[in-house]
C-alpha cells in the first residue's frame, strides 16, 4: 500500500525558512521522479518542484532561487527547503510524482504571515 506523508510545515513570519520532508512507502521511491505541489485556498493544485531519479530538478517560476528539492533514497525521503518565504506561499504541501498520481497524503500546512 502506498503512502505519502508530509510535514514539517508551520506558521512562520514573511522571510523565514521551512523545512518539508515527505516519507514514501510501498512503490520503489529511487527509480521515480518526484514533485512538491501546493494548493492555497480557492485555487489549483500546482507543482512547484520536481526531481528526477537522477536529481535532476526543475521549480516554478514563482519559487525559483528561494526553495530547493532534494532526496535521499535510502530513507524514502523527499525534502523541501523553503527559503525568504512569502505570504503567497501560504497553502497546503503535497509530495507525489510526476505523472500517474498516488492517493495524495494529508499534505502539510504551510502559513507565511506579513
Known amino acids: 500500500q502506498v503512502q505519502l506523508v508530509e510535514s514539517g510545515g508551520g506558521l512562520v513570519q514573511a522571510g523565514g525558512s521551512l523545512r518539508l520532508s515527505c516519507a514514501a512507502s510501498g512503490f520503489i521511491f529511487r527509480i521515480n521522479a518526484m514533485g512538491w505541489y501546493r494548493q492555497a485556498p480557492g485555487k489549483q493544485r500546482e507543482l512547484v518542484a520536481s526531481?528526477?531519479?537522477?536529481?535532476?530538478?526543475n521549480y516554478a517560476d514563482s519559487v525559483k532561487g528561494r526553495f530547493t528539492i532534494s532526496r535521499d533514497n535510502a530513507k524514502n525521503t523527499v525534502y523541501l527547503q523553503m527559503n525568504s518565504l512569502k505570504p503567497e506561499d501560504t497553502a497546503v504541501y503535497y509530495c507525489n510524482l510526476i505523472r500517474d498520481w498516488y492517493s495524495w497524503g494529508q499534505g502539510t500546512q504551510v502559513t507565511v504571515s506579513s
Open positions: 526531481i528526477s531519479s537522477l536529481r535532476s530538478t
